[in-house]
Antibody
Framework: QITLKESGPTLVKPTQTLTLTCTFSGFSLTATGVGVGWFRQPPGKALEWLGLIYWDDDNRYSPSLRSRLTFTKDTSKNQVVLTMTNMDPADTGTYYC??????????????WGPGTPVSVSS | DIQMTQSPSSLSASVGDKVTITCRASESISNYLNWYQQKPGEAPKLLIYAATRLQSGVSLRFSGDGSGTDFTLTISGLQPDDFATYYCQQCYRNPRTFGQGTKVEIK
């Protein structure tokens, strides 16, 4: 059974760095083809794809956030970490991590964490 | 970036109705299209991947169609549990953009 859960601060100040941890079980990020995606959703708005971290560290980032985002993994702890620098009130929202499933060449997010709210305010 | 446009943005329907949601990509994405359902306060749930393939455990009421730039999600025989917001997402090219969502409400 695959589960994921996000954790981190609920409130950060503008210009600070956000660090979120996604702790998962039921799969290994050392297995070929495995990935974990990050997403966010501002209050009342649509989902936004932030990027993906793969088993082989071939990470992909949203171009609009590339300069501020970093994904790392700790395979011994079954964790993925998102770091986002220079936080702004526009970054307020719920942040999700999700297992990246694959079928042939198709990828999709089939298991999601419950999400963690992040508010950016002074 | 590939822009994904859903229509309508919202709709009202009754239990038992057949509902169709459309998603249009700004360029061809072959069939690299996923559909998700999201209820208030919950994480998204994968319904359909590769445009037409039903995710394991998802009701047969849901079906997907389309390729290239035009896609549809159909809910046949709307049930109370189906009232939610639905999102399409292209996985053809990064960034893997979402549509703006379609909220299905009770009439």
């Amino acid at each position: 059974q695959i589960t994921l859960k996000e954790s981190g601060p609920t409130l950060v100040k503008p210009t600070q760095t956000l660090t979120l941890t996604c702790t998962f079980s039921g799969f290994s990020l050392t297995a070929t083809g495995v990935g974990v995606g990050w997403f966010r959703q501002p209050p009342g708005k649509a989902l936004e794809w932030l990027g993906l971290i793969y088993w082989d560290d071939d990470n992909r980032y949203s171009p609009s956030l590339r300069s501020r985002l970093t994904f790392t993994k700790d395979t011994s702890k079954n964790q993925v970490v998102l770091t986002m620098t220079n936080m702004d009130p526009a970054d307020t929202g719920t942040y999700y991590c999700a297992h990246s499933g694959v079928w042939q060449s198709y990828r999709f997010s089939d298991y999601w964490g419950p999400g963690t709210p992040v508010s950016v305010s002074s | 970036d590939i822009q994904m446009t859903q229509s309508p943005s919202s709709l009202s329907a009754s239990v038992g109705d057949k509902v169709t949601i459309t998603c249009r990509a700004s360029e061809s994405i072959s069939n690299y299209l996923n559909w998700y359902q999201q209820k208030p306060g919950e994480a998204p749930k994968l319904l359909i991947y590769a445009a037409t393939r039903l995710q394991s455990g998802v009701s047969l009421r849901f079906s997907g169609d389309g390729s290239g730039t035009d896609f549809t999600l159909t809910i046949s025989g709307l049930q109370p549990d189906d009232f939610a917001t639905y999102y399409c997402q292209q996985c053809y090219r990064n960034p893997r953009t979402f549509g703006q969502g379609t909220k299905v409400e009770i009439k």
